[in-house]
């Protein structure tokens, strides 16, 4: 049998705007538990900028461009995606260990920002998250159930432009 585990390597992505709002979603796997955009490499070779582009279309809807000249509505220019050189390594929930290779325990997290110029409308892949929600970022931050997540959001102020 060919199983094909999740590479314990992910993305973490806060979307925000300029006035430090931060789009928050529900996780459908667990009700109650708010998250920004996160999600695993597809395969080593993914480059995690990638992986954050993918991620975000997946799980928003919002799609990050290569060029400024064609952005439209749900559109951001990659220039609005930052890599926050921000690395995170921590424990992988027991609940969802299966998902990795026997052994794997720990994950290692890649902090990006997105910032939009307004806040979208998002488009939720229903298996994944149930709703939505922009907060101001301090807001933001107490209701994720994730502490890299939290620190992530809190460290906002210093990446807007």
Known sequence: MN????IPQSVLVVIYTKELDVLLIERADRPGFWQSVTGSRDSLSEP???TAVREVFEETGIKVVQSVQSVSDHEVSLDCLEDW???NVFEIFSVWRHRFAPGVTENTEHVFGLQVPEKF???LAPR?????IWLPYREAAEKCFSHTNKDAILRL???VK
């Not at 994944?128 to 939505?132: G, I, K, M, P, Q």
């Open 48 to 50: 995690l900028e990638q």
């Open 121 to 123: 409308p998002v488009v």
């Open 128 to 132: 994944e998250h149930l709703n939505s």
């Open 3 to 6: 199983v094909n585990y999740k």
């Open 157 to 159: 102020p210093e990446h």
């Open 85 to 87: 050189k921000i690395d």
